[in-house]
Structures are given as C-alpha cells and as structure tokens.
C-alpha cells in the first residue's frame, strides 16, 4: 500500500484545513488508518485513527471535538477534516495503515505503511 497526503498549508488560529490520504492497490478497505503529528523538536504523536470499516474512531484528548476522521473506501481515501485550529496544532502530519486490526490505534508501531506527511502551519 501506498500513501499520499495532501491539504496541508498555513492558516491562521481558529481555522479549519481538511486534509486527505490517497491510498493506491484494493486492499485499502482491509486497512485501518490513522493519523499521526511531528512538531519540530518533539516525537511523533498520535492524532486520529478510524477502523477498516469506519465504524470505530478515536482521537487524541489534544483534538478531540475539533478533528474529524472519516474514509472513503470506494475513493481509497481517509480524510481528516481540522477545525478551530491551535498554533500548537502546527507539526508535519502523516497517514498511516495498520493490517492487524487488534494492535493499537495509538502507538505508531503498529502501523505498516506511511505516508510522506503534509505540512500544517497555524499562525497565531
């Protein structure tokens, strides 16, 4: 599988960005995904993840009500739509997919495959 995410960009404080992760081959509906942040200088953190079916989301207790996960099987997509964006939300975002379906959504080393990471910039 392979993962490419886009949407990323500067926006002042208390916006919204929507990004996205394109997955290629047809076996995305089999994945779970997840979304995970490096802000400069930090480790990378978990943000967001949704089960293979979308039936299932958890989010970080630093997002929770203000991101949105969901996912397109049929478009190979997974989505995170970002409102009332924080300065401390700045950090390189990447997507990732996870074949085992019982590992954790929130520790990063579960997760096969990885995208690239698109930039998020929030100015104050």
């Known amino acids: 599988v392979q993962l490419q995410a886009s949407g990323g960009g500067l926006v002042q404080a208390g916006g919204s960005l929507r990004l996205s992760c394109a997955a290629s081959?047809?076996?995305?509906?089999?994945?779970?995904m997840g979304w995970f942040r490096q802000a400069p200088g930090k480790e990378r953190e978990f943000v967001t993840a949704?089960?293979?079916?979308?039936?299932?989301?958890y989010y970080a207790d630093s997002v929770k009500g203000r991101f949105t996960i969901s996912r397109n099987n049929a478009k190979n997509t997974v989505y995170l739509q970002m409102n009332s964006l924080k300065p401390e939300d700045t950090a390189v975002y990447y997507c990732?997919?996870?074949?085992?379906?019982?590992?954790?959504?929130?520790?990063?080393?579960?997760?096969?495959?990885w995208g690239q990471g698109t930039q998020v910039t929030v100015s104050s």
């Open positions: 081959g047809r076996t995305f509906g089999s994945y779970a």
């Open positions: 949704i089960s293979w079916s979308g039936g299932s989301t």
């Open positions: 990732a997919a996870r074949g085992n379906r019982y590992s954790d959504p929130r520790r990063s080393g579960g997760y096969d495959y």
